[in-house]
């Protein structure tokens, strides 16, 4: 039996007095101990497997609703608000039952319900029997107080079982019954005089009741119990239970069957202690099980069920979540036959079946009947259903088909399971480069966090990044993935899950993108001629920008050339590009790859006669095309346009010459649309430097130069980095070989076209081991 609808306190007696001794048991983790010899003739047995209803149940069992008492035609649930209703098993009608402010309702076993002035059953003077079988016979009501008793129990439609106190301390057990409406009271026979503290915990069961007092002198007060016979009134067996004061009066527990008695007691050095009697033999057995706040015990027959019960939703595995079943007859060796999964709620029936609210992860969520056959067996059928799962269960995802990091800065990834409480491996995989983003999550609905939404949705805030060695992750590459998980219920109900599904990434093609993935590359050249790429990425927080993982190596030989510049996307393909000028003049395309591994494929000849120039700046849409265009100065400071084609053997068309007077710069830098005018921008940095903007009027000419600032003289490269941080604008990165470098971000005001500087990682403090960076 499970507490009743009261409320009553679940809590252990701290202190214990004594440990109830009868026979010297064992204690088991998964299930009780039968410490004691069984009955004589008893044969030790294999344990039988409960039957359980296969057919389709349709009765409706409220979610989230306890089972609070049953009869023969419905049964009674308790909400999570701590409201009543009765369901009747043939149609499925519920019926909220309603009780005075203060008052409360108790269960009979029957369809019987005790509507009573106190929310304790203990403490009710006036009650009122209800028949929810019949709901138009008239109730029946009894005050108690006016015979000066309070209630103990039902006992049928018309009678209850009641205690008065006397004056000396004892207590007379009365049998109250209705006669036309006249309260009629006779004592129960056969209990010590010195009896008291009378209370009972399972309903009528064959005409009889036991129930449990204590007797003896005040300084030295003993546990007993007694079935009584309801019809004459009178004890008709009699149990010793040890001493007083092993529990809190409120969390003993009583069980009747035809073949049995049970009660509870606590040791504080072996936890919960459970008691069965055969009533025939007498022999008494003694279970064991690890302490709990709470615990199950209820007789089917000769079969005692126990556990503690649980939520479905709950995290973590103790206690033993299995409710469980053992054979009294089958001796000291029988092993338990599993019930249900977990349980939240178990009561009795006056017919000795036992309703079980809880799952089996076969059958899933609802209501269970546990009952023995005429012949022993241990039959379980389920009769009424929340239409909910038991096992762990995939509901689904949010996860869109298609990501575009070009609209949105981060996306949300989510999936529904059918209960939360499951630790989550998640796994985001680049299918072209195998390459993840892996996440643990442990989920837990009553402590939410930023993976747990509701009560069946989780997810991840995922900013398009990959695992690496840095903090921030790397940015995930262009193309198709493959999401899956793995969920592993915390309370070890049911198996794991595991689902996949699929997902695109797609981003416009970035100037400085090298490996398809959205952020900038870094190329640069060592004092050997070795070229290397770095990846980066930025920190929102600390607003430092940095590289993601350790430099790849793209290729020796790059010593070759006294120019080196990225020119964006030129060669019309899904990647940034290079162009490189070889010391006789001629000028050679290297097209993007998009991989990461090899970015640059092999080099085209663009042609000769480019040594004439000293200055060359790619990457910048002047002309409002659509395509990247190439501007260059030559030494008598004439600067030309070179058009972009989109064409991997032609990629610049003839050469325009846009004026005169660059000859007094010593850097140009194509940073795209910086200052958001209407196309690409381009920045010089004179030989004093100062550093100024010029803004592109989307006809391959440029707007009066516009003045950025002064002390930019000693940074080794000027880079247009293209969009590091994501927030739509192209930005700068200043790189100093010799010392600290710095990220500009772009703010697209032409007037103050760069937010406040912030130290950047990118070959920071490189000192000659680099020569050139672009």
């Not at 030989?687 to 592109?696: C, D, I, S």
């Amino acid at each position: 039996m499970q507490n009743r609808l009261s409320g009553r306190s679940r809590h252990l007696v701290a202190a214990v007095a004594a440990v109830l001794s009868i026979t010297a048991g064992t204690a088991l983790a998964a299930g009780p101990a039968i410490a004691a010899a069984p009955a004589a003739g008893a044969a030790a047995q294999a344990p039988a497997s409960p039957a359980a209803a296969a057919e389709d149940v349709n009765v409706p069992f409220p979610v989230g609703a306890k089972i609070a008492g049953a009869g023969t035609t419905g049964f009674l649930t308790r909400n999570q608000g701590g409201e009543l209703h009765w369901t009747r098993y043939v149609d499925g009608v519920k019926t909220e039952v309603l009780y005075a402010a203060g008052g409360g309702v108790d269960r009979t076993g029957t369809d019987i319900l005790v509507v009573g002035d106190s929310n304790a059953p203990e403490l009710m003077r006036s009650v009122t029997l209800r028949n929810m079988a019949v709901p138009a016979r008239p109730s029946v009501h009894f005050d108690l107080g006016s015979l000066w008793a309070r209630y103990v129990e039902a006992l049928g439609p018309d009678s209850v079982l009641a205690k008065r106190a006397a004056q000396d301390g004892t207590e007379k057990l009365l049998i109250v019954t209705d006669e036309n409406g006249i309260a009629r009271d006779r004592e129960v026979t056969g209990l010590p005089a010195d009896a008291s503290g009378f209370f009972a915990d399972a309903p009528v069961l064959d005409g009889k009741i036991l129930v449990g007092y204590e007797t003896g002198s005040s300084d030295l007060r003993t546990n007993a119990r007694a079935v009584i016979d309801v019809t004459t009134g009178a004890v008709v067996e009699t149990y010793p239970a040890g001493m007083s004061g092993t529990l809190d009066s409120l969390q003993n527990r009583l069980a009747l069957s035809a073949t049995h008695v049970a009660w509870t007691a606590f040791s504080e050095s072996e936890g919960i202690v459970y008691f069965t009697v055969d009533r025939r033999t007498r022999a008494t057995t003694r279970h064991t099980l690890p302490t709990t706040d709470e615990y199950f015990i209820g007789l089917a027959g000769h079969w005692l069920v126990y556990g503690s019960p649980s939520e479905l939703t709950d995290n973590g595995k103790f206690p033993n979540t299995k409710i469980q079943a053992v054979d009294l007859t089958a001796g000291p060796t029988a092993e338990p036959v599993e019930i249900a999964a977990y349980a939240n709620s178990l009561e009795s029936a006056g017919d000795g079946s036992l309703l079980v609210r809880g799952g089996t992860v076969e059958q899933g969520e609802g209501l269970y009947k546990v009952s023995s056959s005429a012949g022993g067996e241990l039959a379980v059928a389920k009769v009424a259903t929340t239409e909910q799962p038991t096992k762990l269960t995939y509901l689904g995802s949010q996860v869109p088909a298609v990501i575009d990091f070009d609209r949105d800065r981060e996306t949300e990834l989510n999936w529904r399971m059918s209960r939360l409480n499951a630790d989550v491996q998640l796994k985001l995989t680049h299918l072209r480069t195998g390459q993840t983003y892996t996440r643990e999550l442990k989920l837990r609905r009553e402590h939410p966090s930023q993976h747990t939404l509701d009560d069946t949705t989780f997810g991840i805030t995922w900013q398009g990044v990959l695992d690496d060695l840095s903090k921030n992750g790397k940015s995930a590459f262009n193309g198709d993935y493959a999401w899956s998980f793995r969920a592993v219920p915390q309370n070890g109900i049911g198996p794991e899950l595991k689902q996949a599904g699929a997902f695109r990434v797609v981003r416009s093609v970035k100037p400085h993108d090298y490996s398809d993935n959205g952020s900038p590359d870094l190329f640069a050249r060592d004092g050997s001629g070795s070229l290397w790429r770095f990846d980066s990425t930025y920190d929102s927080y600390t607003r430092k920008l940095a590289p993601t993982y350790q430099r790849s190596a793209v290729g020796p030989g790059w010593n070759a050339y006294d120019r080196i510049e990225s020119v964006g996307n030129v060669a019309g393909t899904n990647a940034a590009d290079v162009i490189a000028r070889d010391k006789t003049g001629v000028l050679w395309l290297y097209q993007g790859t998009g991989n990461e591994t090899k970015p640059l494929g092999a080099r085209t000849k663009i042609g000769p006669g480019w040594g004439v120039y000293n200055q060359l700046a790619g990457g910048s849409d002047l002309t409002g095309d659509g395509k990247a265009d190439l501007v260059a100065t030559d030494k008598a400071g004439d600067l030309y346009l070179y058009k972009g084609t989109g064409s991997a053997t032609t990629p610049f068309g003839t050469r325009k010459k846009l004026g005169g007077g660059w000859g007094g710069y010593n850097q140009l830098t194509a940073v795209g649309n910086l200052a958001g005018g209407p196309a690409g921008d381009l920045l010089a940095r004179d030989t004093a430097g100062v550093l100024w903007l010029y803004l592109g009027k989307g006809d391959g000419t440029f707007a009066n130069r516009v003045r950025v600032g002064s002390g930019w003289g000693g940074f080794t490269e000027l880079i247009g980095f293209g969009d590091a941080n994501k927030d739509g604008r192209t930005d700068l990165y200043a790189w100093n070989k010799n010392g600290p470098s710095y990220f500009y971000a772009g703010t697209g005001n032409w007037s103050a076209p760069f937010a406040g500087r912030a130290q950047a990682e990118l070959l920071t403090y490189a000192g000659a081991a680099y020569q050139h960076a672009l």
